[in-house]
């Protein structure tokens, strides 16, 4: 993708009912659909499938003579694309189980610091990888030989082997579609017209009508979302925006992010102050709805309302989170800003009901939201170092206190309030003043 433009979806809407039949035909292309994509996550999501993963030509080879396209009757055209979907899928378990493992050699009292060196190399080395974990002798070449050569010497490197080979097939597994929502099409599985779509079913020669709200059409792979029980549809199609450049974008802001306030400024200003109050009512809705289901779980007949009702309050939140982002970059103007690195999520507290608040939090929405929306508008988004950042004066740079939603230093008497101290310590910590 060109760096001067950036992805985005975008959603198109059906209009009206989509009549049984019709559904019944898009169901069966999702059910084909997931049946090819939890055959590829049986086949090949495990260890001794991994050197086959990069690029995925020979998978998509074996699967063409295994013959599982004529025994669904599935079309080409969705047929290869749910491969490369699981594909995506499994190289995306990969990516996690590598960072499990990466942590847990961090945090392993029992390992030397070369010990740790040499792991975390294996660990970024695929080829290296791929060998340890399939009990292959590792061929490495020119630099990374060289560097191998060097980290492995003085090692018991058939113990750190077998520790890596445990460790991964502990943490490792196996991915699987309980549900056919939906499914991908490419270009040749649809055709925009008449203010709607017409989209490729099993049967030959034929596509199903579904009228849409919008008359814009596209040319890229789109991805088809079901809705059986309200008999409609919704598309995502991922499109290209041209990134926009502003010359009136010079100020530098530190930001703070918070729970119940969104985001506080090195100035004080603050954006998303109607958040906690989202945040709240959607913890407080999802405690009480787990409580009565679980009272209930025997008697349930299903969890359509719930799964209506979350998405629903989800979708307002994350309107709103939307709106103030935007308010924030056309009110600061800004041409960088700094914010500090967010730790890991903790264990939960004594108190159940802030738990629930925690762990509703859409720190991961904002940050991504805020990355992307910054990109759009050509912003510089950086993070920094957060260690104590919350706790450093911003005026002396000693260690204070905080209580009641203020921030006070003991030694040079500096008060603020907490996040606006915050967000000052990123500004700083980022232009290199502390």
């Not at 590792?138 to 113990?159: H, V």
């Not at 270009?187 to 709607?196: L, T």
């Not at 911003?394 to 101290?421: H, I, M, P, V």
Request: charged share 25%; with cysteine.
């Amino acid at each position: 993708m060109s760096p001067d433009t950036v992805c985005r979806t975008i959603h198109q809407h059906s209009v009206g009912r989509i009549s049984p039949e019709d559904m019944e035909k898009l169901q069966e292309i999702a059910e084909d659909y997931r049946r090819v994509k939890n055959y590829v996550y049986a086949r090949y999501g495990g260890i001794a499938s991994l050197p086959k993963l990069y690029p995925g030509y020979t998978i998509q080879n074996e699967m063409t003579r295994s013959g599982q396209k004529d025994v669904l009757g599935i079309p080409s055209v969705y047929f290869y694309l749910a491969i490369f979907d699981a594909l995506g899928d499994i190289k995306s378990q990969w990516t996690r189980t590598k960072s499990k493992v990466l942590d847990l050699v961090g945090r392993h009292e029992g390992f030397s610091p070369e010990e740790k060196h040499y792991l975390r190399f294996l660990l970024k080395v695929s080829n290296a990888f791929e060998a340890v974990v399939c009990g292959q002798e590792i061929q490495l070449w020119g630099d990374l030989k060289r560097t191998y050569d060097t980290l492995s010497t003085g090692l018991d490197t058939a113990r750190l082997h077998r520790y890596l080979r445990r460790s991964v097939r502990k943490y490792h597994v196996k991915q699987h579609a309980d549900q056919s929502s939906g499914f991908a099409a490419s270009e040749r599985a649809y055709r925009y017209g008449d203010h709607g779509i017409y989209i490729s079913v099993k049967e030959k020669r034929r596509r199903i009508f579904v009228p849409l709200t919008d008359s814009n059409q596209y040319r890229c792979q789109i991805y088809i979302k079901l809705n059986p029980e309200l008999a409609c549809l919704d598309i995502h199609v991922p499109i290209r925006v041209a990134v926009k450049s502003h010359e009136d974008y010079s100020s530098q802001r530190g930001v703070a992010m918070g729970i119940y306030t969104m985001l506080t400024t090195d100035e004080g200003n603050r954006y998303g102050e109607e958040l906690g109050k989202y945040q709240t009512e959607y913890a407080d809705w999802v405690r009480c709805q787990t409580s009565i289901y679980s009272r209930n779980r025997e008697d349930n007949p299903g969890r359509k309302k719930y799964a209506a009702k979350k998405k629903r309050l989800t979708e307002q939140m994350h309107s709103y989170i939307n709106h103030e982002l935007n308010r924030f970059l056309q009110t600061e103007k800004p041409k960088s800003v700094y914010m500090a690195k967010l730790p890991p999520p903790q264990a939960g507290g004594v108190n159940k009901k802030i738990n629930h608040s925690v762990a509703m939090w859409q720190r991961g929405y904002i940050r991504s939201r805020l990355k992307l929306k910054c990109r759009e508008q050509s912003v510089e988004l950086k993070e920094v170092w957060g260690k104590d950042i919350s706790i450093q004066c911003s005026s002396c740079g000693a260690l204070g206190t905080r209580q009641k939603g203020w921030f006070t230093c003991d030694s040079c008497g500096y008060t603020a309030e907490e996040k606006t101290n915050t967000a000052r310590n990123a500004l700083k910590r980022g232009l290199g003043l502390i």
